[in-house]
């Protein structure tokens, strides 16, 4: 059998996974203005965000047969969809779409699976770094330059204090894989954590290296950009050395698999209390260079759960297109962009 998503404009927001950590801050972003049903393996952890939003919470594990139905009027993925259950649900009941948590493989997998059932709604993969926040930002810049950039480099500086969820250091399975990129319109093939360089994010001066992340798959085809980069860095330098070091040991190589789930995680996963997240994006062309960078000091979860609710605003527009998008299409970058800082995240200009 299958799960049954039924279109019903006047129902629910669903949030699979609404109450992990970036499924709550979403929920506490949207609870305000739509009903919420909120889903996840779990019920009764979610039951005190639901009651502080008059919202339902049911079960949907994702690993368990058994269908989920239900009538919603979006749906938001807030969690790992491995076999595309909520996509594939959503798409056969013509419910708008976004996606905020796969990495590029399963977002390409994804995209062509959603393409090829011929979608009625609107379906908006947002799993660029920070639910497409960033891809928000580097189009605006693109825009700023005519739309003839070159380039776009992304650098990020991620904070160990920050009160971040289990799945946010889900890109550590990748740092095994090498990965394809765009340089200089030429497809070529590089590996995580490699071509390291010093960058001064918000003031500090951060350690980058490369990460596999979404962005880099769609900036080139949606943009039009020779090439794009994206570079992590970690507030803490010895997380930062640590995370090289495991690398040049060959750790992501020959400690791939579930075995070494628990080893590569603890490399980086120690949440605090709370931090700010920090990207820097630099645009460049025939125009000249331009960058921005954009600070949450609400962390990162927060801006995840923010990219989720611009996403949320889109696909529900009344102008709202059917079919596949990615969040640098947004028709509307402007106003994406003032509700960010009425949000409190700042767009700093350099």
Not at 323 to 330: A, N, Q, R, T
């Amino acid at each position: 059998m299958y799960d049954e998503l039924e279109y019903d404009p006047a129902g629910p927001v669903l949030i699979v996974g609404g109450y992990g950590t970036v499924g709550a801050a979403l929920a506490d972003l949207a609870g305000p203005e739509w009903p919420l049903l909120l889903t996840g393996r779990h019920p009764d952890r979610g039951a005190a965000l639901a009651e502080r939003h008059g919202a339902t919470v049911r079960r949907w594990d994702l690993s368990d047969p058994d269908p989920f139905v239900a009538g919603v009027r979006a749906v938001v993925g807030a969690v790992n969809d491995p076999a595309d259950r909520v996509l594939r649900a959503a798409v056969r009941g013509g419910v708008p779409y976004v996606d905020i948590t796969r990495w590029t493989s399963r977002l390409a997998r994804a995209v062509t699976a959603a393409a090829l059932a011929e979608p009625t709604a609107p379906v908006l993969f947002s799993s660029a770094w920070m639910g497409g926040v960033t891809s928000l930002v580097a189009a605006a810049l693109v825009a700023e330059q005519g739309g003839a950039a070159t380039s776009v480099d992304i650098a990020i500086r991620y904070d160990m204090e920050d009160s971040a969820g289990v799945d946010s250091v889900d890109f550590i399975d990748r740092l095994g894989y090498d990965y394809e990129v765009r340089r200089a319109g030429v497809p070529v093939t590089v590996a995580p954590l490699s071509d390291a360089r010093w960058v001064d994010i918000a003031g500090s001066r951060t350690k980058v290296a490369r990460l596999d992340t979404p962005e880099q798959f769609t900036l080139p085809m949606t943009l039009g950009v020779d090439t794009a980069t994206t570079r992590i860095g970690f507030s803490s330098n010895s997380a930062t050395a640590a995370l090289l070091a495991a690398k040049k040991v060959g750790l992501f190589r020959w400690g791939r698999g579930d075995r070494w789930t628990s080893v590569r995680r603890s490399l980086l996963y120690s949440p605090g209390d709370g931090g700010s997240a920090q990207i820097r994006i630099d645009v460049s062309g025939d125009a000249g260079a331009t960058s921005a960078t954009v600070v949450d000091p609400r962390g990162q979860a927060h801006l995840t759960a923010l990219g989720g609710l611009l996403g949320l605003r889109r696909v529900l527009a009344v102008d709202a297109v059917a079919g596949v998008s990615f969040p640098e299409l947004h028709p509307r970058l402007d106003s994406a962009l003032r509700e960010l800082a009425e949000r409190g995240v700042a767009v700093l200009r350099s």
